[in-house]
Nanobody
Framework: QVQVVESGGGLVQPGGSLRLSCVAS????????MGWYRQAPGKQRELLAR???????NYADSVKGRFTISRDNAKNTVYLQMNSLNPEDTAVYYC???????????????WGQGTQVTVSS
């Protein structure tokens, strides 16, 4: 069993910043990619940023230059630093971890429960 838990969401004013964290724990041999997604009401879940175990990153155009993804492999943790937030960033933010699980060494996708980010004055 693997658990993925996000934290750091909340209410922020337009132009403000938030830092999200996501920790994976449990039967983990290693973690391949980790990523952040979001889903706004009435919209599909979208990929925002992804980072490989080697540190390669990619970003959605909508957040490029404003959001930064990073990870601490020793802590099985991924972060999303979000700057210059605007109301269109309001959504539930989800963490995804592609985990090599023990003892089978199968590769399994895990999702967190999500954390709400609301950008409003």
């Amino acid at each position: 069993q693997v658990q993925v838990v996000e934290s750091g969401g909340g209410l922020v004013q337009p132009g403000g910043s938030l830092r999200l964290s996501c920790v994976a724990s449990g039967s983990i041999f290693s973690i391949n990619a980790m990523g952040w997604y979001r889903q706004a009401p009435g919209k599909q879940r979208e990929l925002l940023a992804r980072i490989t175990s080697g540190g390669s990153t990619n970003y959605a155009d909508s957040v490029k230059g404003r959001f930064t993804i990073s990870r601490d492999n020793a802590k099985n943790t991924v972060y999303l630093q979000m700057n210059s937030l605007n109301p269109e960033d309001t959504a539930v933010y989800y963490c995804n971890s592609v985990v090599v699980v023990t003892p089978t060494l199968r590769v399994v996708d895990y999702w967190g429960q999500g954390t709400q980010v609301t950008v409003s004055s």
